[in-house]
């Protein structure tokens, strides 16, 4: 029987990919944001905020990418996985700390497995939604091959 097994984690190297990438749409798209990606155990992994971004979204954009890692699933899906379930919807957020059940955070997945996550927090959520999908397409653009 082993003691321990391996896990793999987003490098630091792509974690900064994906964080340049999601600034480089929020700058084309006018916006200011905080990009904020995890590595598979929630600990922050590469970080920006934009110039101008909001005080409160580096701790929300943190959130977001734990919440994603954490759970592995992005933050919308929350919203209609508890909104049925009275006792969920009620205590979850209220009750599992940092989570946050609305977009802009998606696990980063590279073949089946949860490498980390990508918080983003700045616009409207749909808005924080479309800048983390521009990070993790720098994913599949390193994955590719």
Do not use: C
């Not at 900064?16 to 200011?32: C, K, P, W």
């Not at 155990?41 to 970080?47: I, M």
């Not at 909001?54 to 919308?76: E, N």
């Not at 999908?133 to 994955?143: E, K, N, P, S, Y």
């Amino acid at each position: 029987m082993s003691s321990t097994y391996n896990r793999p984690s987003i490098t630091l190297e792509l974690a900064q990919t994906i964080v340049r990438e999601a600034v480089a749409q929020a700058a084309a798209d006018g916006g200011a944001y905080v990009v904020s990606v995890v590595d598979e155990s929630g600990v922050q992994k590469a970080f920006a905020r934009m110039d101008g971004a909001p005080l409160l979204s580096v701790q929300v954009a943190h959130d977001k990418a734990y919440t994603a890692a954490g759970f592995s699933m992005p933050t919308d899906g929350w919203f209609d996985f508890i909104k049925g379930d009275e006792p969920l919807r009620v205590g979850a957020p209220t009750g599992i700390d940092r989570l946050v059940a609305f977009g802009g955070g998606y696990p980063i997945t590279v073949d089946g497995a949860v490498i980390g996550g990508i918080g983003v927090s700045g616009g409207h959520y749909s808005q924080d939604m479309a800048i983390a999908q521009a990070g993790l397409r720098a994913v599949d653009a390193a994955t590719a091959g």
